[in-house]
Nanobody, 125 residues
Framework: QVHLVESGGGLVQPGGSLTLSCVVPGKLVANHAIGWIRQAPGQEREGVACINSKRNDETYYEDSVKGRFTISRDNVKNTVYLQMNSLKPEDTAVYYC?????????????????WGQGTQVTVSS
């Protein structure tokens, strides 16, 4: 189990922006794929975004967030970010960062085995 710590959630109006942060232990952040997953009340978890390890830094996004969300990594700060723009009420969920210590993102973006405690994002007017 990997200790991941998310932060940055909050209440934002539709059309607004938030940046989520995930602190990852030591060198794991550079050497492993890290993803963001969300889960709304009463709904199944949904993979949102993933970034490969430093081998190629390729990123992947769920269709509904493409063009609005950006995942990035700071290897010095051991942190993965999720920049969320043009937020919609349907983006409301608890957001988790996750990893399974692989170098590459999984084909299914919610297929990870270590999760953080999550951070709540609420999009409402």
């Amino acid at each position: 189990q990997v200790h991941l710590v998310e932060s940055g959630g909050g209440l934002v109006q539709p059309g607004g922006s938030l940046t989520l942060s995930c602190v990852v232990p030591g060198k794991l952040v550079a050497n492993h794929a890290i993803g963001w997953i969300r889960q709304a009340p009463g709904q199944e978890r949904e993979g949102v975004a993933c970034i490969n390890s430093k081998r190629n830094d390729e990123t992947y996004y769920e269709d509904s967030v493409k063009g609005r969300f950006t995942i990035s990594r700071d290897n010095v700060k051991n942190t993965v970010y999720l920049q969320m723009n043009s937020l919609k009420p349907e983006d409301t969920a608890v957001y988790y960062c996750a990893t399974d210590l692989a170098s590459w993102c999984p084909q299914a973006l919610d297929n990870f085995n270590s999760w953080g405690q999550g951070t709540q994002v609420t999009v409402s007017s």
